[in-house]
Nanobody, 116 residues
Framework: QVQLVESGGGLVQAGGSLRLSCAAS????????MGWYRQAPGKQRELVAT??????NYADSVKGRFTISTDNGKNTVFLQMNSLKPEDTAVYYC???????????WGKGTLVTVSS
């Protein structure tokens, strides 16, 4: 009943920027945490950034370059990506944890390709 849809991926040159968006729809209530994960070919999916209760956490590899934020209603999450590197190339997935029982929802992903 909850859907997450990512957008904003694309092809950029190293040093460039992209802004990813994730819109949640359906029975939205009690969002505990929203975050971004990524998966490169042949790699495990890894955490990029999360936001919860106004606090943010980032993977060391993106700290200082990426910024996660939400709208006031907490039904949209953004990832501003600056100073992109080729190693940032991956499919980026949106995640939301909701409710007392902490249900997790995932988007289908958006591809980010950084060329050198």
């Amino acid at each position: 009943q909850v859907q997450l849809v990512e957008s904003g991926g694309g092809l950029v040159q190293a040093g460039g920027s992209l802004r990813l968006s994730c819109a949640a729809s359906g029975s939205i209530f009690s969002i505990n945490t929203m975050g971004w994960y990524r998966q490169a070919p042949g790699k495990q999916r890894e955490l990029v950034a999360t936001i919860s209760g106004g606090s943010t956490n980032y993977a060391d590899s993106v700290k200082g370059r990426f910024t996660i934020s939400t709208d006031n209603g907490k039904n949209t999450v953004f990832l501003q990506m600056n100073s992109l590197k080729p190693e940032d190339t991956a499919v980026y997935y949106c995640n939301a944890e909701m409710g007392i029982i902490k249900m997790n929802y995932w988007g289908k992903g958006t591809l980010v390709t950084v060329s050198s």
